[in-house]
């Protein structure tokens, strides 16, 4: 099939946030998984996101019909454009995709969604997640430190202990 005429269907689907009623359609050309050629690259603003719509429409689709997709997804790279074009700063077209799709790929990449309901729960957790292995290498930092004093307070109470000893012996005057 024509690449171009692939995308159209996608983007059909995008509009109207449906798969079309023509069952043989999907079954003869939407059900056919192959790698998309990167020329959606140079799809308008305008195209780009009902393109990403349908694509997530039809591998939700997929999913439910047995293909798991997972990590292979389309669907990341093209959403990875629309964030870097500018077209979803809010983010509410990837909670859209976040709440729609199965594969925890869709569409940010992170593989694992960590319980979030929305995309924006999983922001929250990532920014905690950081939060808290900074403070656990800040702490880690600290118990070195601690470590490193008390291992030199020890070793100037021994050398102190032997310097008197030393007197006493007459070692030293």
Request: with cysteine; aromatic share 12%.
């Amino acid at each position: 099939m024509e690449p171009t005429l692939y995308f159209d269907y996608l983007i059909n689907i995008g509009n109207s946030n449906q798969l079309p009623d023509d069952r043989e359609l999907i079954r003869n050309v939407l059900s056919r998984r192959f790698a998309l050629p990167t020329s959606w690259v140079c799809l308008k603003d305008e195209e780009l996101i009902p393109f990403f719509k349908g694509l997530v429409i039809l591998e939700e689709y997929w999913f439910s019909h047995g293909e798991h997709i997972g990590s292979t997804t389309d669907t990341k790279f093209v959403y990875n454009e629309i964030h870097n074009r500018g077209l979803d700063d809010s983010y509410a077209l990837a909670n859209w995709a976040f709440q729609l799709s199965s594969n925890p790929f869709v569409p940010l990449d992170s593989g694992n969604r960590h319980g979030a309901k929305t995309v924006y729960e999983l922001f929250e957790w990532e920014k905690a997640y950081k939060e808290r292995l900074q403070k656990e290498k800040e702490d880690s930092f600290r118990l070195k430190e601690e470590k490193k004093r008390l291992k030199a307070e020890a070793h100037a109470e021994r050398l102190r202990i032997k310097e008197q000893r030393d007197k006493e012996l007459g070692y030293k005057k």
